[in-house]
């Protein structure tokens, strides 16, 4: 989970070894805090952790070739479908897999801090209840925006 030594680790850019958990951790926080007020405001609840692959249990749940294949998983209810009449036995978590981001880290060469926001971003759609295709469609019309030439 996400705590007070998160703030003193390096940035993402000067790692000369593979991150740690702990310095997943670090990027991770900084990438919530980064977000923009509006968005944070509502995850507030939502705990953060940082494990090294999904457990078995998601691998099987998700049908995954490759405990690889996922990089972030929100678990709860989401916004859309809670109810203050229902009784909650469980937080809602989301899950930030490190041996997933590394190797997609180092398969494209993007940003460490990049890669776990973009993932961070997308579990916390899911919180607000977005499908992955809502979620393509919406960071589609956003980039497409940020092309536009200006009028």
Do not use: K
């Not at 995850?43 to 972030?72: A, M």
Request: with cysteine; glycine share 4%; hydrophobic share 40%.
């Amino acid at each position: 989970m996400l705590g007070p030594m998160a703030q003193s680790r390096p940035p993402a850019s000067t790692f000369s070894s593979a991150p740690t958990l702990q310095d997943i951790e670090a990027v991770t926080a900084r990438a919530y805090a980064s977000l923009p007020e509006a968005l944070a405001g509502f995850v507030q609840n939502v705990v953060i952790r940082i494990e090294e692959f999904p457990d078995d249990e998601t691998q099987q749940e998700l049908d995954l070739e490759s405990p690889f294949d996922l990089l972030g998983l929100y678990r709860g209810i989401a916004l859309t479908d809670q109810s203050i009449s229902d009784v909650r036995s469980d937080v809602d978590m989301i899950y930030i897999y490190r041996r997933p981001i590394l190797d997609y880290w180092c398969d494209t060469g993007e940003d460490l801090t990049d890669i776990v926001r973009h993932v961070l971003i997308h579990e916390i759609g899911h919180h607000f209840g977005f499908s992955d295709d809502d979620m393509d469609r919406l960071e589609a019309e956003a980039e497409a925006t940020e092309r536009a030439p200006l009028s």
